[in-house]
């Protein structure tokens, strides 16, 4: 085991710091960082180009041996102070564990007959983006397209997937048109998610083949232009006075919708 | 208009900062606060029993003709400076906003014939809490009753519900035996979320009649004894190597298709 770390000019740390702090840096270096037991447990599990272990000494002490064990593939482990461990850490209780890991390359997504997409436009908050990532995880969804959302490896968001992001096929197109080519080359039928009362309820759409459906910004919705070019527009009836749901309890239940109807026809 | 207060010594914003702080405090005084212009609008349009709105020099001048149109039933208004309101935000970018509210009576919830309700049960997580209360009253749940969860009237639970708190039908029974009976007594039929591999999916679960849905704690879920004394074990199916879906995103997906197969049978 090297020295231990203390000064937050060491340059690692600093690096630490930077790519936590800048999407920015973590697009010039490729690089994005993780905190925490679980998530770097899954991020060695995945396979997901860990660079850098560090640990706090009293972290080193409690879960080092475990984290030996899974194979480390040739990341460096550094140690640092536990009072420079809580100065990097974004939470009130650090378990100490934080990482550095490669941004992957992105592979494109296959979208297979049957399957089911979201596409997330312009969606802006990172604990809403994360959620759906970890729903869409859970529920089997097939990929994920991101177009104008907020960084995919901030810290919030990266914690929000609960180690979804090293599982989900997930893509990021942030040109309108390129991203309509794509769905169209690969005849998959989109559907626009909207508030409009002449949208057709979601209990009523045929969700059968291939499908993605658009979700839009949590204060404003998809843009006009992109629901339009859409081949249908779906709404969750609501009831009464409140007249939105939160973005993302709503794409959990549009993904529910697509997967349970299309397990129905399984 | 009276004189700007400044000063943080000032008794009712003393008041606002332990009721924003302290559970104890809220219950001692029955009286909770707000911050933010469209909970303010929710409390004022839905009878809150708004007892104190506390507007900044800058919010008073931007929002006060607004404010001042509704019926303010012998609410105070006082105007603090722009600094004394920053301070006592909970947000980086206050709007100047903010309100003391008395805790209302509590109504018992009336179980309908074909009513759907949710047993939060040990849920601790105020984002969470207050997502469910807000998808709650999205989607037409009849009630929520909550039994030994976070403080239902904490800022943060507040905000998250985006003034569906006011609108929602909410019991808080902490009293397990109590809670049972209540739910026996008014022939609700009861079923508990878990993850167990042996419990039925929601998909197959008859949701007819007057029913009611236990979600548990974010991390345990629900204790042994209490999902063994429901009439049913429902799960969402999932996928692959994830076992579990965000509390508050279980508890909407198991609202919506409590609804969802309502509807369908109307």
């Known amino acids: 085991m090297e020295n231990i770390v203390k000064s937050k000019d060491n340059p690692l740390?600093?690096?630490?710091?930077?790519?936590?702090?800048s999407k920015k840096e973590r697009l010039q270096y490729g690089l994005f960082v993780l905190e925490g037991l679980r998530i770097t447990e899954d991020a060695l599990r995945e396979e997901s180009g860990l660079s850098h272990l560090i640990l706090t000494c009293a972290a080193?002490?409690?879960y080092g041996d475990m984290l030996f064990q899974a194979d480390l593939k040739n990341a460096r482990v550094v140690v640092v102070s536990n009072e420079?461990?809580?100065?990097?850490?974004?939470?009130?209780?650090?378990?100490?564990?934080?990482?550095?890991?490669r941004i992957p390359q992105e592979k494109n997504i296959v979208f297979s007959e049957n399957g089911k997409y979201i596409v997330l436009f312009?969606?802006?908050?990172?604990?809403?983006?994360g959620m759906i990532i970890?729903?869409?995880?859970?529920?089997?969804?097939?990929g994920i397209i991101m177009s104008g959302c907020c960084d995919l490896y901030s810290p919030k968001v990266i914690r929000s997937t609960m180690g979804s992001i090293f599982r989900m096929n997930i893509n990021i197109e942030?040109?309108?048109?390129?991203?309509?080519s794509l769905l169209e080359e690969n005849n998959v039928i989109t559907s626009a998610a909207?508030?409009?009362?002449?949208?057709?309820?979601?209990?009523?759409?045929?969700?059968g083949g291939k499908q993605a459906v658009f979700i839009?910004?949590?204060?404003?919705?998809?843009?006009?232009d992109i629901s339009g070019r859409c081949s249908g527009k779906i709404i969750i009836p609501m009831h009464g006075n409140i007249n939105s749901l939160n973005a993302a309890m709503a794409a959990g239940i549009l993904m529910w919708e697509m997967k349970r109807v299309s397990q129905s026809e399984a």
């Open 13 to 21: 740390i600093k690096l630490y710091q930077k790519l936590s702090s």
């Open 60 to 62: 080193a002490e409690k």
């Open 84 to 101: 420079l461990g809580r100065k990097i850490s974004s939470t009130d209780n650090t378990q100490g564990i934080f990482a550095i890991c």
């Open 122 to 129: 312009g969606l802006q908050d990172p604990g809403n983006a």
């Open 134 to 142: 970890r729903t869409a995880d859970a529920l089997g969804i097939d």
């Open 174 to 180: 942030n040109d309108t048109e390129r991203l309509f």
């Open 194 to 207: 909207v508030t409009d009362s002449g949208a057709l309820p979601v209990t009523d759409y045929n969700f």
């Open 216 to 224: 839009g910004n949590e204060g404003n919705g998809l843009p006009c």
